[in-house]
């Protein structure tokens, strides 16, 4: 975060909605990040456990505990909920992704608009992005950058990755890769961004993270308890929408004739609400908000009988 671009909170106003904090309530922020979300959870009365796996975001953190006596923080990956909470809780909200403080300081990596180290580690564990381009081999690189980012061109770029190393900075990168493709007139977007999308995506193993975190969801929320998901590109919103429809289908197919079986097993969702995006003044006042996608799932009180 700084002064000339401060983090706001995307689709606040829907997400509050949606999860109706208030005194008694528990509501788990999964993505703490700049406390965008836990700040207004936490003036409604509500109690929240936030997690982030950014060491930084720990400094944040322990202001906001010192302020509100119902904030509770924990430093680790959102897939390790159920290791830290123990009793359901009424709702659960995901912010997927990077923040703005992660992508404005060069140092993190994350970013081809600065030149930093080519780190792009969302904590300190693993390897970081230059470590995988500097050893792996083309094909893999390729592979990564296809899976991740959507990139047609993924093997001529992972050619002239493997031919332009060691690679140490993010502008080495980001040069690379605007070589390799030439810039068309019609594109808006930075040749580099999809792949260093799929870079920290697969860096931060992003998907199964995300993946993990809806089981764990999933397996603490209560009956009627509220999980709210926003996420930035179709590989992420894919991944909400299937858990969601899948985890729903057996509601949707039951009949109303038949006897309602309280916990019969598979329809651990009610069917899943309308997409929510957000609205042209957000989009107009925050840059972030415009590819954002919040869906909205009502945890029924049945239990997932089989693991996926
Ligand atoms: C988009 S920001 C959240 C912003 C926050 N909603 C706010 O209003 O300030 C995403 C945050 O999630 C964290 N994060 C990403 N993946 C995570 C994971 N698997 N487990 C825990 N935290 C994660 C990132 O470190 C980052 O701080």
Same mark, same amino acid.
């Given at each position: ?152 061109? =993924? ?63 999933? =397996? ?89």
């Amino acid at each position: 975060m700084n002064a000339l671009n401060p983090h706001l909170p995307v689709l606040i106003d829907e997400i509050y909605a949606a999860l109706e904090p208030m005194p008694g309530k528990t509501i788990i922020d999964a993505t703490f990040g700049a406390g965008g979300y836990s700040k207004e959870l936490l003036k409604a009365g509500a109690n929240v456990i936030a997690f982030d796996r950014d060491p930084t975001t720990l400094t944040r953190a322990r202001c906001f505990a010192s302020k509100f006596e119902n904030f509770t923080f924990v430093q680790d990956c959102f897939a390790q909920m159920t290791a830290h909470v123990t009793s359901p809780v009424d709702g659960i909200v995901f912010d997927i992704g990077v923040s703005s403080m992660q992508l404005d300081r060069p140092e993190r990596g994350f970013s081809f608009m600065n030149d930093g180290p080519l780190d792009m580690r969302m904590s300190q564990a693993g390897m970081s992005a230059a470590d995988f381009l500097n050893s792996a081999d083309e094909e893999e690189i390729a592979n990564v950058i296809y899976t991740y980012g959507e990139e047609h061109a =993924s093997r001529a770029i992972a050619r002239a990755i493997v031919a332009a190393r060691p690679l140490h900075t993010t502008k080495q990168l980001a040069d690379v890769v605007r070589k390799t493709l030439g810039r068309s007139p019609k594109e808006k977007k930075d040749p580099a961004t999809r792949t260093f999308q799929a870079l920290r995506i697969f860096i931060n193993q992003e998907l199964e993270e995300l993946e993990n975190g809806l089981m764990a969801a999933e =397996s603490l929320l209560k009956p009627k308890g509220v999980l709210a998901v926003v996420s930035f590109h179709s590989l992420e919103d894919r991944i909400v929408k299937h858990f969601l429809r899948e985890s729903s289908q057996a509601e949707a197919q039951q009949s109303r004739h038949l006897p309602q079986t309280p916990a019969h097993g598979v329809c651990t969702f009610m069917k899943p609400l309308k997409p929510i995006k957000p609205s042209t003044l957000e989009v107009i006042t925050n840059q972030r908000a415009r590819s954002a996608t919040l869906r909205v799932g009502i945890r029924t009180q049945a239990q997932r009988l089989k693991v996926k």
